[in-house]
């Protein structure tokens, strides 16, 4: 303990040792307990600083919000509706369209409080005000959140609140006494918080980008300390998480005077007002950054988006970040993305020459501004974009092509990728071979209309297609070449990533609105991610 934390802390003159602490240390179901027992406090003392510092400013806010008049405001909910829709970033000209609009940038509130030496600070020991009540630990309510996500529990104040009430040896971890709860006795600074209180602890946390600055902390300290190794490539992806909200259809008329429709959250006024119509107020969306997700023709939801970034061949999910608008398409948020996470990782950024990413980036100016920009491949499942098989003037004995470029026989066997003669400007195809490893053109019965008689009978049957008959498939990166399936392999493990996340830490189900709360969900779900990685 430093001197300044030491002058103003009394020291232990008893430890009590519970019995069940002692098992909980010791079982393998017990991981979450031995995390918060040995929690390096020490590490967290800039963010306790910044806290506290927030706190303050916070409450002085808080205080002077009170009795003031504001005049009516004029906008109707109708136009409110209107001016909030065209707003969203999906509503927005793609070429006006700034980049860094696509992900969600946290509304950090600026902080106007006295400055707080953080070596003044450990656990119990706040800083020294002159009035109001002593404040709950940081310390302690950090290892709150914490630890009910290394239980696999979303880091909501109202599973905390539920953990610290129904598990003493939880409560007693984190630095609160169980026996003091009684509120007879009045507010104590160690007695179990109230939901109120570790709701306000969240919101400020949020409010301040505290959340965020820890999750880049233990990602920082993962790599600096080679529990994340870099790698050569990066994968993305995106994921959904259902709404806490419903949503009203608006209809709008475009810019060629046609009448259009889309799906937004409904507007409401952050306040209590009995007449919510002439308040002082501004109208807002009740859940801003929600949209309509498209899986398919038939899966649709009203949810929040996410973009996750991590290592494949580790398995390690990087970042994750909320998308402004969930109704955005997936291409438009992977460069923005992965341009965040080189600039805030410089060891990963030396490291990386290529991306992965799902046929939602398979765009030739996209890969070009990868390439310009950063100096890297940006590989992306084929996408044909509507194309439709080619049934007519194709080589003897072949029925079809397909859009992906892979050629069929009358047998219905797909002709197996050889590679290019580029003098000709042909791809070359094969027949595939059997579980003998012998052609399937010799025991074919469709022989003598596919191959060529003059040849002997163990002959198998080469095909070659025109680069033209393919415009749409770029013959220095085929997608039907062996190399390029081997690499994409890797892509999926981005989905594990996600589940991770989704499923192991957290929920797929928010009870929050607003990408505010979204990003601060992600951060911690992150946060608890990382320190188990140090554990693991």
């Given at each position: ?16 040792i ?11 179901g ?44 004029p ?40 400055k ?36 696999g ?86 994921t ?75 398995g ?15 291409g ?20 990386t020459?290529?991306v ?16 310009e ?17 080619i ?146």
């Amino acid at each position: 303990m430093s001197l300044p934390a030491f002058a103003f802390k009394q020291l232990e003159l008893f430890h009590i040792i519970e019995t069940d602490d002692q098992h909980l240390l010791n079982i393998i179901g017990g991981e979450w307990f031995r995390i918060l027992f040995f929690f390096p406090w020490e590490k967290y003392r800039d963010f306790a600083a910044k806290y506290y510092e927030a706190l303050y400013s916070f409450n002085i806010e808080q205080a002077k919000s009170f009795g003031i008049k504001l005049s009516v405001n004029p906008e109707a909910k109708g136009e409110a509706k209107q001016r909030l829709l065209f707003e969203r970033v999906t509503m927005q000209d793609e070429k006006k369209q700034s980049l860094s609009e696509t992900l969600h940038q946290n509304n950090v509130v600026q902080i106007s409080a006295p400055k707080i030496d953080p070596l003044t600070l450990s656990p119990s020991v706040p800083p020294r005000r002159f009035h109001g009540k002593k404040p709950k630990c940081f310390f302690s309510l950090l290892k709150a959140y914490i630890g009910v996500g290394l239980m696999g529990f979303s880091q909501e104040p109202e599973y905390v609140d539920l953990h610290l009430n129904n598990n003493p040896s939880f409560a007693r971890v984190c630095g609160f006494s169980p026996a003091n709860k009684s509120r007879s006795k009045g507010y104590q600074a160690l007695q179990v918080p109230s939901l109120r209180k570790l709701q306000q602890f969240d919101q400020i946390m949020k409010q301040a980008g505290i959340w965020s600055d820890i999750k880049k902390s233990e990602i920082h300290k993962n790599i600096s300390s080679g529990i994340i190794k870099p790698e050569e490539e990066m994968v993305g992806d995106t994921t959904h998480y259902h709404a806490y909200s419903g949503f009203e259809t608006v209809n709008y008329e475009d810019d060629e005077g046609k009448y259009q429709k889309k799906s937004q959250s409904k507007v409401t006024k952050n306040c209590r007002c009995t007449d919510r119509e002439q308040c002082h107020h501004e109208w807002i969306l009740a859940d801003e950054g929600a949209g309509t997700v498209v899986k398919s023709k038939t899966k649709m939801y009203w949810a929040h988006k996410a973009s996750v970034i991590g290592l494949p061949k580790q398995g390690i999910a990087i970042d994750a970040v909320a998308v402004s608008d969930a109704a955005t398409h997936d291409g438009q948020t992977f460069y923005p993305h992965v341009k965040e996470v080189l600039e805030e990782y410089p060891q990963l950024a030396r490291k990386t020459k290529r991306v992965l990413y799902d046929s939602a980036c398979d765009d030739v100016k996209l890969k070009e501004q990868f390439l310009e920009e950063f100096g890297i491949t940006l590989k992306a499942s084929f996408n044909p974009r509507g194309k439709k098989t080619i049934v007519e003037n194709l080589p003897r004995g072949i029925e079809k092509i397909s859009p992906h470029g892979i050629p069929t026989c009358f047998a219905n066997h797909e002709m197996a990728y050889q590679g290019i003669r580029f003098s000709d400007e042909k791809f070359i195809f094969k027949a595939p071979v059997d579980d003998n490893n012998q052609s399937v053109c010799i025991e074919c019965n469709q022989r003598y209309l596919c191959c060529n008689q003059s040849k002997n009978e163990t002959s198998s049957r080469t095909v070659t297609v025109p680069f033209d008959v393919l415009p749409h498939i770029d013959p220095n990166d085929p997608p039907m070449a062996k190399r390029f399936k081997v690499i994409m392999t890797r892509r999926p493990s981005v989905e594990r990533m996600i589940k991770r996340l989704k499923c192991d830490i957290g929920d797929s189900r928010l009870t929050k609105r607003g990408n505010d709360s979204f990003q601060a969900y992600l951060d911690k779900s992150m946060i608890a991610y990382h320190i188990l990685l140090r554990h693991g």
